[in-house]
């Protein structure tokens, strides 16, 4: 099984709370004025990338709290990147998951999209939310506007409502 990919970061800062592996995720819909990443864009574009490849980088890491995946749109690719989960999550490792679409939205996509229900249920963290130049907020921990979330993602299922994540 592969995932397109734009590239991966070893070890980052910026991506969610301690040190890092980052999988950038090829494809995105959105297309966000302004977008860190508009290079990931192209579902064409990137490179495929053998899951076993992407776990076996990741084992590599010694110094690493957990992984996120970015993108482009990691929801577009929600079955392989929810199969590396599982596998990131065996190695006890947290998992952070950006997304432009927000929690409400993938709710309902993830009726029609196994894959997205089960990358949902992978994440232990979702970021939500399209990126508004309008909310830019260069304060905020792990985010780039202020519509968006850190979802805790087992709370929010289990109270049946988005809780959001006290980690800053």
């Given at each position: ?21 980052v ?12 977008c ?16 076993a ?12 709290k957990?992984?996120?995946?970015s ?24 998992l ?14 993830q ?24 909310e ?5 921990p ?16 289990a ?10």
């Amino acid at each position: 099984m592969e995932i397109r990919i734009a590239g991966t970061v070893r070890e980052s800062v910026v991506d969610g709370p301690g040190l890092r592996f980052v999988i950038f995720a090829q494809g995105c819909r959105h297309r966000c004025t302004g977008c860190h990443n508009p290079g990931t864009w192209d579902p064409l574009g990137g490179i495929p990338v053998k899951v076993a490849e992407l776990l076996n980088q990741i084992k590599n890491e010694k110094l690493i709290k957990g992984v996120t995946f970015s993108g482009g749109e990691p929801f577009l690719q929600a079955g392989p990147l929810a199969r590396l989960g599982r596998q990131v999550k065996a190695l006890g490792l947290d998992l952070i998951t950006y997304t432009g679409y927000t929690w409400e939205k993938l709710l309902t996509l993830q009726l029609e999209d196994q894959g997205i229900k089960e990358l949902l249920l992978v994440s232990d963290y979702v970021v939500d939310g399209p990126f508004i130049t309008e909310e830019r907020d260069f304060e905020l921990p792990f985010r780039g506007s202020r519509n968006q979330r850190i979802i805790d993602v087992k709370n929010s299922i289990a109270d049946g409502k988005v809780v959001e994540s006290g980690f800053s």
